[in-house]
């Protein structure tokens, strides 16, 4: 086994019920949930483990689904499991990463993201912007097309055959039919509260790079990958401006993980909730080794297969 990766999802994979067996097993998972609850004033047990509306809206996602992620990372540490050589995650999943990393608190995170989620909801206006997977088509095909189009533009570049577009609703509906006249085998609108990552946000990361100047930034104990760049980031001083131009730019993934399998990563552990990543990752690489730790029980397979520190 080579280096290892650990990998945290972003918007999109969250679930009711996500962590709850963590809580109940974990002292550390429980003590993640609290703090989370104290400091955002939140029900982060109601808001994560039983059904309701909040939980697809993106100011209530994004802390329920750091808070998740961190939490099972609170219970791998707690039992010991080997420590990753790097770090990275999907859109909000990096500041999972950067906890991980070292970079900042786990509180800090839950904070940030929290006010994150609530300056990309107020953003645009519901039903303004939409966000659409392109599947089938090359990236650069959807760049050349989206080139003379207006108020669109790629948000995510996923795994080969996946792109994500995103920005105001007729502009993302006229790219819709543009790229499947042009070849792509199908469009889907994605169930979203925002043109994510689109330069609609603009805006919301400028106020959020306010909100960052108090957040606390340590040397990195691991490296992480950054979305804005898929480069590692192993200093402090451009982390903040990499966060504010996140929000409007597109996220990177494919990018990333080849970047940690040229560095020698060829085994990657997908933390929280679903096996979206995963699914990215064996369509990148066919050789990438993948684990999840989604339930209790994967806790058990990882210690088997990585041993502890």
Known sequence: MGRIAYVFPGQG???????????????AAANVFERAGDILSLDMKALCFEQNERLDITEYTQAAMVTTSLSMLAAMKDRGLREPDVTAGLSLGEYCAMAAAGVMSGEDAIKT?????ILMQEAVPAGQGAMAAVLSMKAEDIEHILENMEEVQIAN???????????KAEAVDRACAALQEAGARRTVKLNVS?????SLLREAGEKLYEALAPVKLMEHEIPYVSNVTAEYVTGTDSVKDYLKRQVFSPVKWQQSVETMLSSGVDTFVEIGPGKTLS????????????????????????????GRN
């Open 113 to 117: 993201v929290r006010r994150r989620g």
């Open 13 to 27: 994979a969250q679930k009711a019920g996500m962590g709850r067996d963590f809580y109940e097993n974990s002292p």
């Open 157 to 167: 570049y996923n795994c080969p055959g996946q792109t994500v577009i995103s920005g």
């Open 279 to 306: 699914s990215f990752i064996k369509k990148i690489s066919r050789d990438a080794v993948v684990y999840n730790v989604e339930i209790w029980e994967d806790l058990d397979t990882l210690e088997a297969v990585l």
């Open 194 to 198: 925002g043109p994510f990552h689109s």
